[in-house]
């Protein structure tokens, strides 16, 4: 029965609330598997298939190609049809990209399911934001964030473990894909449920109103600041070296290092897996302490000499990894908060899809370079040296996350600063 007309309705009780979280987080569980779950398939894919690493490379830039259209357009479907019926349709989507992959034997086809995927898996990231936004409010925001990216990255763990705890599926590259495709399904019980939730809710509770959506207004993008321009750069360089590393580096691993399938897996698993508990950490640390934009240059520097120690040493991996897992922590927890401070809320939206349009760009263009690298200078397990080039691409992109790092801290330092540096209380945004 609907409330009396005019009646005050209740807020939701926090249990509902976090009921919300549960399968919201559920849904980008799957999302975030789905995607990673080619890393420990890389191999099989060169043996088994005769893939190039330049093939496997496209793969991805499929997925950013696909990511590009609907960060322009899938804000205003969101807007049109309603968080409800976005996240059963973006979730379908992402299941319907991550089945196309698993039945495609050849390359053509198996890049137009990435792009299925992307089409899905990156608006349904944006409705999993919009959600949050409408549902937790004030102080449980940063929590309710914090904890949606850690059982997210969960998934991409998992993902990336997975030739160690379903070891009996890796003798073929479509058993452990079959497996990513049933996970992916998850994502459209995960929505079905956040929509029967919130169709009651409608009924019962006072709900905010949808939090503001990325899309992109042409207008605006000329009259963002330079401190803006210079965290753009960090987000470009950073996810163009980290996305594009962790397609690579099971084969990396295996073939330079001479680790076994299982290992290389657990080790590329260790960034996620880190991040799932440091994030928050760091997050807390720069709500304390400020000095964002001295941390993010932290964060860079630590990427160039991690890449370094990986093609010139026979250090074990698990240092450069350790280090990389604490640069792919900090730089995501102190980086998209301190948007906040530099763009006013209002174009907020604006401001965040225009980060995620450019760093598609970078990622996809890196991503096709160290495979054609990894090519043209035979990198193999009998030429682990021809592994370097694609190594130094990594670190100097570190080199240039670094220079954008400074570049804001100049910034931040002159009489036009936003207090990036010294501020520690206000919202902020999670990604």
Known sequence: MDPVPGAVRPEPSRGYRWLVLAFVSLGMFGNYYVFDAMNPVGPLLEKQLGFSQSQIGLLDSAYNAAALIVLIAGGLLIDRVGTKRAMIAFGTVTALGGLIIALSPTHGRMMAGRFVLGL??????????????????????????????????????????????????????????????????????????????????????????????????????????RSYWWVVGLCVTFYSVVFPFRRFANIFFIDAHGAAPEIAGRLNGLLPLTAMF???????????????????????????????????????????????????????????????????????????????????????????????????????????????????????????????????WRSEKGPRGHGLETITTRAGAAG
Not at 138 to 166: C, P, T
Not at 281 to 300: I, N, Q
Not at 310 to 328: I, Q
């Open 120 to 225: 899905g898996a990156e608006p349904f990231i944006v409705g999993a934001t919009t959600v949050l936004g409408r549902w937790f409010k004030g102080k449980e925001m940063g929590v309710a964030m914090a904890m949606n990216l850690s059982i997210a990255r969960l998934g991409s763990a998992a993902a990336d473990s997975s030739a160690d705890w379903a070891a009996p599926l890796f003798s073929s590259w479509q058993r452990p894909l079959l497996l990513a495709a049933a996970v992916g399904a998850v994502c459209v019980v995960a929505s079905l449920a956040y929509a029967l939730l919130e169709r009651s809710a409608e009924r019962r509770f006072a709900l905010g109103r949808s939090g503001a959506v990325d899309k992109l207004v042409p207008a605006d993008l000329v009259r963002f600041d």
């Open 278 to 408: 440091a994030t928050p950490l760091f997050g807390l640390l720069v709500d304390r302490y400020g000095r964002r934009a001295l941390l993010m240059a932290v964060g860079s520097l630590l990427l160039v000499p991690t890449f370094l120690i990986m093609a010139h040493t026979r250090l074990p991996l698990e240092l450069p990894v350790a280090m990389m897992g604490v640069s792919f922590s900090l730089i995501p927890a102190v980086m998209w908060p301190s948007v906040t401070f530099l763009v006013e809320e209002k174009r907020l939206g604006t401001a965040y899809a225009l980060m995620t349009f450019c760093q598609q760009i970078g990622w996809a263009a890196m991503a096709w370079a160290v495979g054609r690298a990894n090519d043209a200078f035979g990198a193999s397990a009998r030429n682990p040296a021809g592994y370097a080039p694609g190594m130094w691409l990594f670190a100097s992109l570190g080199l240039f996350g670094l220079a954008f790092s400074v570049l804001l």
